[in-house]
C-alpha cells in the first residue's frame, strides 16, 4: 500500500484549503457531499485520520476512531434522508475497485432506485 499522501484532495478538505458542503461532523469523522453526484443523494464520509483506505483504517485506527466512523455513517445518512428509502454504502479500496481519492471515504448513495450491485464481467 502506498503511503499516506497528505496532499490529497481530502486532506486539504480536513485542513480548510479546499471548501466542501458539510453534512455532519463528529469526533473523528466528517461528510460532505459528492462534487459531482451519481445519484440524488450521493455523500462522502471520511475519517479525520489519516488513512489510504478501509484496508489502512481497519488495521490500524482505534477502536474510538472506528466507532465513531461508523457511527458517522449511520447518522449522515440519516442527516440527509436517506434512510427514508434505503440507500447504498461503498468504499472503493485499492486498485481493483478504481480507487481514486487516497484517503478513505465512504459512498452513500440514495434517492433513487440504484439498480444491481456490480456489473457482471463483460457486461
Ligand atoms: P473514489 O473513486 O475514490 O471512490 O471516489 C472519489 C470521489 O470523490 C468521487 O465521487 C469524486 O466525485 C469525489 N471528489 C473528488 N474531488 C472532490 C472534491 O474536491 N470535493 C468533493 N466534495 N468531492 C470530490
Known amino acids: 500500500m502506498p503511503a499516506y499522501d497528505p496532499n490529497n484532495i481530502f486532506a486539504r478538505i480536513l485542513r480548510g484549503?479546499?471548501?466542501?458542503?458539510?453534512?455532519?461532523?463528529s469526533a473523528h469523522s466528517l461528510a460532505f457531499h459528492d462534487i459531482n453526484p451519481l445519484a440524488p443523494i450521493h455523500v462522502l464520509v471520511i475519517p479525520k485520520g489519516p488513512y489510504v483506505d478501509f484496508d489502512d483504517f481497519s488495521a490500524k485506527a482505534?477502536?474510538?476512531?472506528?466507532?465513531?466512523?461508523?457511527?458517522?455513517?449511520?447518522?449522515t445518512a440519516r442527516v440527509v434522508g436517506a434512510d427514508a428509502g434505503g440507500y447504498r454504502l461503498l468504499s472503493n479500496c485499492?486498485?481493483?475497485?478504481?480507487?481514486?481519492?487516497?484517503?478513505?471515504?465512504?459512498?452513500?448513495?440514495?434517492?433513487?432506485?440504484?439498480?444491481?450491485m456490480l456489473k457482471r464481467e463483460g457486461e
Open 17 to 25: 484549503e479546499i471548501p466542501c458542503k458539510k453534512v455532519h461532523e
Open 94 to 116: 485499492g486498485v481493483n475497485a478504481n480507487q481514486e481519492v487516497p484517503h478513505l471515504h465512504m459512498h452513500i448513495f440514495g434517492g433513487r432506485m440504484l439498480g444491481r
Open 62 to 75: 482505534s477502536a474510538e476512531e472506528q466507532a465513531d466512523y461508523l457511527k458517522a455513517i449511520g447518522d
